[in-house]
Antibody, heavy 124, light 108 residues
Protein backbone atom coordinates (compact mmCIF):
# COMPACT_ATOMS: atom_id res chain seq x y z
CA UNK A 1 0.00 0.00 0.00
CA UNK A 2 1.51 3.29 -1.13
CA UNK A 3 1.18 6.22 1.24
CA UNK A 4 2.78 9.65 1.45
CA UNK A 5 2.50 12.33 4.10
CA UNK A 6 3.80 15.87 4.19
CA UNK A 7 5.06 17.62 7.30
CA UNK A 8 6.43 21.04 8.05
CA UNK A 9 5.64 24.34 9.72
CA UNK A 10 2.15 25.71 9.35
CA UNK A 11 3.30 29.31 9.64
CA UNK A 12 6.44 31.00 8.41
CA UNK A 13 7.47 34.62 8.28
CA UNK A 14 8.34 36.47 5.08
CA UNK A 15 11.98 36.01 3.99
CA UNK A 16 12.31 32.81 6.02
CA UNK A 17 13.27 29.43 4.61
CA UNK A 18 10.76 26.60 4.91
CA UNK A 19 11.67 22.92 5.02
CA UNK A 20 9.00 20.40 4.09
CA UNK A 21 9.36 16.65 4.52
CA UNK A 22 7.55 13.94 2.61
CA UNK A 23 7.57 10.58 4.37
CA UNK A 24 6.42 7.70 2.22
CA UNK A 25 5.89 3.95 2.33
CA UNK A 26 4.93 1.19 -0.06
CA UNK A 27 7.66 1.91 -2.60
CA UNK A 28 11.36 2.66 -2.69
CA UNK A 29 13.22 5.54 -4.27
CA UNK A 30 16.01 3.12 -5.08
CA UNK A 31 13.77 1.37 -7.59
CA UNK A 32 14.23 2.33 -11.22
CA UNK A 33 11.60 4.73 -12.60
CA UNK A 34 10.40 5.84 -9.16
CA UNK A 35 10.28 9.56 -8.44
CA UNK A 36 8.71 11.95 -5.95
CA UNK A 37 7.36 15.36 -6.88
CA UNK A 38 6.36 18.37 -4.84
CA UNK A 39 3.40 20.47 -5.93
CA UNK A 40 1.41 23.25 -4.35
CA UNK A 41 -2.01 24.82 -4.53
CA UNK A 42 -2.75 28.35 -3.26
CA UNK A 43 -6.18 28.65 -1.64
CA UNK A 44 -8.88 28.49 -4.29
CA UNK A 45 -6.36 28.28 -7.12
CA UNK A 46 -4.91 25.72 -9.49
CA UNK A 47 -2.15 23.20 -8.94
CA UNK A 48 1.47 24.12 -9.57
CA UNK A 49 4.34 21.65 -9.96
CA UNK A 50 7.50 22.62 -8.07
CA UNK A 51 10.19 19.94 -8.20
CA UNK A 52 10.94 16.27 -8.68
CA UNK A 53 13.65 13.91 -7.54
CA UNK A 54 14.31 10.60 -9.26
CA UNK A 55 15.57 7.17 -8.18
CA UNK A 56 18.97 8.00 -9.67
CA UNK A 57 19.10 11.33 -7.75
CA UNK A 58 18.39 13.41 -10.83
CA UNK A 59 16.54 16.57 -9.88
CA UNK A 60 14.11 18.76 -11.81
CA UNK A 61 12.83 22.19 -10.82
CA UNK A 62 10.17 24.62 -11.90
CA UNK A 63 12.13 27.16 -13.93
CA UNK A 64 10.60 30.23 -12.28
CA UNK A 65 11.45 28.96 -8.77
CA UNK A 66 14.71 27.20 -9.50
CA UNK A 67 16.86 29.58 -7.49
CA UNK A 68 14.70 29.16 -4.38
CA UNK A 69 14.13 25.39 -4.33
CA UNK A 70 16.24 22.46 -3.24
CA UNK A 71 15.00 18.88 -3.28
CA UNK A 72 16.80 15.95 -1.70
CA UNK A 73 16.12 12.39 -0.60
CA UNK A 74 17.00 10.03 2.22
CA UNK A 75 16.39 6.55 0.88
CA UNK A 76 17.01 4.93 4.26
CA UNK A 77 14.34 6.99 5.94
CA UNK A 78 12.02 6.95 2.89
CA UNK A 79 11.85 10.72 2.92
CA UNK A 80 12.07 13.53 0.39
CA UNK A 81 12.81 17.03 1.60
CA UNK A 82 11.99 20.29 -0.13
CA UNK A 83 13.44 23.59 1.01
CA UNK A 84 12.18 26.90 -0.28
CA UNK A 85 14.03 30.09 0.55
CA UNK A 86 12.88 33.67 0.85
CA UNK A 87 9.23 32.85 1.51
CA UNK A 88 6.64 35.44 0.57
CA UNK A 89 2.91 35.72 1.29
CA UNK A 90 2.23 34.64 -2.31
CA UNK A 91 3.80 31.28 -1.39
CA UNK A 92 0.91 30.59 0.97
CA UNK A 93 -0.48 27.28 -0.26
CA UNK A 94 -1.17 23.66 0.47
CA UNK A 95 1.97 21.74 -0.41
CA UNK A 96 1.62 18.19 -1.70
CA UNK A 97 4.12 15.45 -2.37
CA UNK A 98 3.27 12.73 -4.84
CA UNK A 99 4.76 9.56 -6.28
CA UNK A 100 5.61 9.64 -9.96
CA UNK A 101 6.53 6.65 -12.08
CA UNK A 102 8.21 7.49 -15.33
CA UNK A 103 5.98 6.49 -18.19
CA UNK A 104 8.50 5.83 -20.92
CA UNK A 105 11.97 6.64 -22.18
CA UNK A 106 11.17 10.36 -22.02
CA UNK A 107 11.53 10.18 -18.26
CA UNK A 108 8.20 11.87 -17.55
CA UNK A 109 5.16 10.49 -15.80
CA UNK A 110 2.06 11.30 -13.79
CA UNK A 111 1.48 11.52 -10.06
CA UNK A 112 -0.43 8.39 -9.13
CA UNK A 113 -0.37 8.63 -5.32
CA UNK A 114 -0.56 11.84 -3.32
CA UNK A 115 -0.18 12.86 0.27
CA UNK A 116 -3.04 14.75 1.96
CA UNK A 117 -1.09 18.02 1.78
CA UNK A 118 0.12 20.49 4.37
CA UNK A 119 -0.96 24.12 4.50
CA UNK A 120 1.87 26.63 4.80
CA UNK A 121 0.88 30.20 5.56
CA UNK A 122 3.40 32.99 5.06
CA UNK A 123 2.64 35.94 7.27
CA UNK A 124 4.39 38.28 9.62
CA UNK B 1 5.61 27.53 -21.07
CA UNK B 2 2.54 25.79 -22.44
CA UNK B 3 -0.68 27.26 -21.08
CA UNK B 4 -3.62 24.89 -20.69
CA UNK B 5 -7.03 26.53 -20.96
CA UNK B 6 -9.94 24.56 -19.56
CA UNK B 7 -13.57 25.16 -20.34
CA UNK B 8 -16.11 25.68 -19.11
CA UNK B 9 -15.03 27.15 -15.80
CA UNK B 10 -18.10 25.68 -14.14
CA UNK B 11 -20.39 22.97 -15.45
CA UNK B 12 -23.78 22.42 -13.82
CA UNK B 13 -25.32 19.02 -14.53
CA UNK B 14 -27.53 16.42 -12.88
CA UNK B 15 -26.61 12.87 -11.90
CA UNK B 16 -27.05 10.55 -14.86
CA UNK B 17 -26.17 13.23 -17.40
CA UNK B 18 -23.08 13.30 -19.64
CA UNK B 19 -20.25 15.70 -18.88
CA UNK B 20 -17.80 16.99 -21.46
CA UNK B 21 -14.76 18.93 -20.24
CA UNK B 22 -12.30 20.65 -22.55
CA UNK B 23 -8.57 21.31 -22.27
CA UNK B 24 -6.81 23.37 -24.93
CA UNK B 25 -3.01 23.76 -24.85
CA UNK B 26 -1.56 27.02 -26.16
CA UNK B 27 0.57 24.97 -28.54
CA UNK B 28 0.42 21.46 -29.86
CA UNK B 29 1.40 18.79 -27.35
CA UNK B 30 1.96 15.08 -27.63
CA UNK B 31 -1.07 13.07 -26.61
CA UNK B 32 1.36 10.80 -24.75
CA UNK B 33 1.76 13.45 -22.03
CA UNK B 34 -1.71 14.79 -21.30
CA UNK B 35 -3.38 13.76 -18.04
CA UNK B 36 -6.53 14.50 -16.07
CA UNK B 37 -6.99 14.70 -12.30
CA UNK B 38 -10.07 14.92 -10.11
CA UNK B 39 -10.03 16.91 -6.89
CA UNK B 40 -12.72 16.97 -4.26
CA UNK B 41 -12.39 20.17 -2.20
CA UNK B 42 -10.21 19.62 0.85
CA UNK B 43 -8.61 16.51 -0.60
CA UNK B 44 -5.57 15.71 -2.70
CA UNK B 45 -6.01 15.29 -6.45
CA UNK B 46 -6.64 11.84 -7.86
CA UNK B 47 -5.18 10.69 -11.15
CA UNK B 48 -7.92 9.79 -13.63
CA UNK B 49 -6.31 9.54 -17.06
CA UNK B 50 -2.83 9.62 -18.51
CA UNK B 51 -1.50 9.55 -22.04
CA UNK B 52 -4.82 11.19 -22.97
CA UNK B 53 -6.93 8.06 -22.95
CA UNK B 54 -5.50 5.55 -20.48
CA UNK B 55 -7.53 5.18 -17.31
CA UNK B 56 -5.52 5.04 -14.10
CA UNK B 57 -5.86 2.06 -11.82
CA UNK B 58 -9.34 1.77 -10.34
CA UNK B 59 -10.96 4.47 -12.47
CA UNK B 60 -14.39 3.39 -13.73
CA UNK B 61 -15.03 3.12 -17.43
CA UNK B 62 -17.59 5.94 -17.43
CA UNK B 63 -14.51 8.18 -17.63
CA UNK B 64 -12.88 8.50 -21.04
CA UNK B 65 -10.34 10.81 -22.62
CA UNK B 66 -9.75 11.80 -26.21
CA UNK B 67 -7.88 14.38 -28.19
CA UNK B 68 -4.69 15.42 -29.85
CA UNK B 69 -2.60 18.49 -30.56
CA UNK B 70 -4.41 21.46 -29.08
CA UNK B 71 -7.79 19.93 -28.27
CA UNK B 72 -8.39 17.38 -25.52
CA UNK B 73 -11.59 16.21 -23.88
CA UNK B 74 -12.54 14.35 -20.73
CA UNK B 75 -15.97 12.76 -20.90
CA UNK B 76 -17.96 11.31 -18.03
CA UNK B 77 -20.71 9.25 -19.63
CA UNK B 78 -23.21 9.12 -16.75
CA UNK B 79 -22.56 11.27 -13.76
CA UNK B 80 -22.56 9.68 -10.35
CA UNK B 81 -22.90 11.78 -7.15
CA UNK B 82 -19.22 11.24 -6.33
CA UNK B 83 -18.14 12.75 -9.67
CA UNK B 84 -19.00 16.31 -8.66
CA UNK B 85 -15.58 17.84 -8.10
CA UNK B 86 -12.93 19.98 -9.77
CA UNK B 87 -11.08 18.54 -12.76
CA UNK B 88 -7.62 19.57 -13.91
CA UNK B 89 -5.77 18.70 -17.07
CA UNK B 90 -1.97 18.48 -16.97
CA UNK B 91 0.80 18.46 -19.54
CA UNK B 92 3.82 16.54 -18.28
CA UNK B 93 6.02 15.97 -21.30
CA UNK B 94 8.90 18.15 -20.11
CA UNK B 95 10.22 19.86 -17.00
CA UNK B 96 7.72 22.65 -17.71
CA UNK B 97 4.88 20.66 -16.18
CA UNK B 98 1.69 22.70 -16.26
CA UNK B 99 -1.91 22.41 -15.12
CA UNK B 100 -5.04 24.01 -16.40
CA UNK B 101 -7.04 26.31 -14.16
CA UNK B 102 -9.68 23.65 -13.57
CA UNK B 103 -13.32 22.96 -14.39
CA UNK B 104 -15.71 22.81 -11.49
CA UNK B 105 -18.43 20.21 -12.01
CA UNK B 106 -21.38 21.02 -9.77
CA UNK B 107 -24.78 19.47 -9.16
CA UNK B 108 -27.57 21.29 -10.95
Amino acid sequence: QVTLKESGPALVKPTQTVTLTCTFSGFSLTTSEMCVSWLRQPPGKALEWLARIDWDDEKHYRTSLRTRLTISKDTFKNQVVLTMTNMDPVDTATYFCARVITQDASGWGTADFWGPGTLVTVSS
Amino acid sequence: EIVLTQSPGTLSLSPGERATLSCRPSQSVSSSYLAWYQQIPGQAPRLLMYATSVRATGIPDRFSGTGSGTDFTLTISRLEPEDFAVYYCQHYGSSAITFGQGTRLEIK
